[in-house]
């Protein structure tokens, strides 16, 4: 922190920012603001200054207790998904990629937890971040992964990733039934 408010002009400013609290899930959405402000000042027209602002700006949208965005995809059989579709349970959003070891561990541990008592009143949607369409069905299908599932093809431009303001995979997302967010994990 010392050496991006000393150097905010430095690119490598950007990276630490990005590195150590950005990509770190930093709780404390008010510093990485205070800090990307003071970058901002000196680097107005960064666009991965810009990036990390749209990010921060969605999650301060996304934080457990605020009402969780709709969204609009089409599912793995190319029906549309949005909030209302689980409206009577529980909704866990999932986050990954399949080209991203961490995310694809943590979805196959869903098989595990999908059998527990609880999973019956849980419904989960996994959005995938990936490019290609075979290597993501080839993941559900070889990982047993469990529950809906979402893959527009646009990795991170997808709509969904934007409104949640993901940044990092894998990233699970709980809305209770008055779609409300009780609980967010990066």
């Known amino acids: 922190k010392a050496f991006i408010l000393k150097h905010p002009e430095s690119i490598v400013s950007i990276y630490l920012l990005q590195k150590y609290f950005v990509q770190q899930g930093s709780t404390n959405l008010q510093e990485i603001s205070q800090i990307l402000d003071v970058l901002l000042q000196t680097q107005p027209e960064a666009s991965q200054l810009m990036s990390i602002k749209r990010t921060l700006d969605a999650q301060e949208k996304v934080k457990v207790g605020m009402k969780a965005p709709d969204f ?3 599912d ?5 998904q949005d909030l209302s579709h689980y ?22 541990s869903l098989r ?3 059998r527990e008592e609880w999973s019956r009143k849980v419904s989960i949607v996994s959005v995938s971040l990936d490019l290609a ?8 299908r070889v990982d047993s992964i469990p529950g809906h599932h979402i893959c527009d093809l646009h990795a991170w431009e997808n709509s969904a990733v934007k409104a949640y303001g993901i940044s990092e ?6 809305i209770d ?10």
């Open 72 to 74: 609009m995809l089409r």
């Open 76 to 80: 793995i059989q190319g029906s549309l």
């Open 87 to 108: 409206k009577d349970s529980t909704l866990l959003l999932c986050f990954w990629a399949n080209w991203q070891n961490d995310s694809k561990e943590a979805m196959r």
């Open 112 to 114: 595990r937890v999908k």
């Open 133 to 140: 369409k075979v290597s993501w069905r080839t993941a559900l």
């Open 169 to 174: 995979l894998p990233t699970f997302v709980l």
């Open 177 to 186: 039934t008055d779609n409300k967010i009780v609980a967010r994990e990066n």
